[in-house]
């Protein structure tokens, strides 16, 4: 029921800048925590960051510095600014909620970042 929409990816050089995009429907989305995820070919999905219903935000380790989580809750959106990329940063983008029972997956956005 509850469907995400990701948006945004690219090619980009690395050092490059994209600003993803997600747009949640089905749910009442201001009270929902949400997180990006991505995947890159042959390894598991991480979480890249979060932001809470109430604005806090984490990042990890790899990503912190470089990339932004903000969200619209009128726009039922989060974004994902994403500068000074590196080809470590290549793989398919996802958002969802952080929790432990996930929404159903959307199709993602691919982000390549070339050398």
């Known amino acids: 029921q509850v469907q995400v929409v990701e948006s945004g990816g690219g090619l980009v050089q690395a050092g490059g800048f994209l600003r993803l995009t997600c747009v949640v429907s089905?749910?009442?989305?201001?009270?929902?925590?949400m997180g990006w995820y991505r995947q890159a070919p042959g390894r598991q999905r991480e979480l890249v960051a979060s932001i809470t219903r109430a604005g806090t935000t984490n990042y990890a380790d790899g990503v912190e510095g470089r990339f932004t989580v903000s969200r619209d809750n009128a726009k039922r959106t989060v974004y994902l600014q994403m500068n000074s990329l590196k080809p470590e940063d290549t793989a398919v983008y996802y958002c969802?909620?952080?929790?432990?029972?996930?929404?159903?997956w959307g199709q993602g956005t691919q982000v390549t970042v070339s050398s």
């Open positions: 089905g749910t009442i989305f201001s009270i929902n925590a």
């Open positions: 969802n909620n952080p929790g432990t029972v996930p929404w159903r």
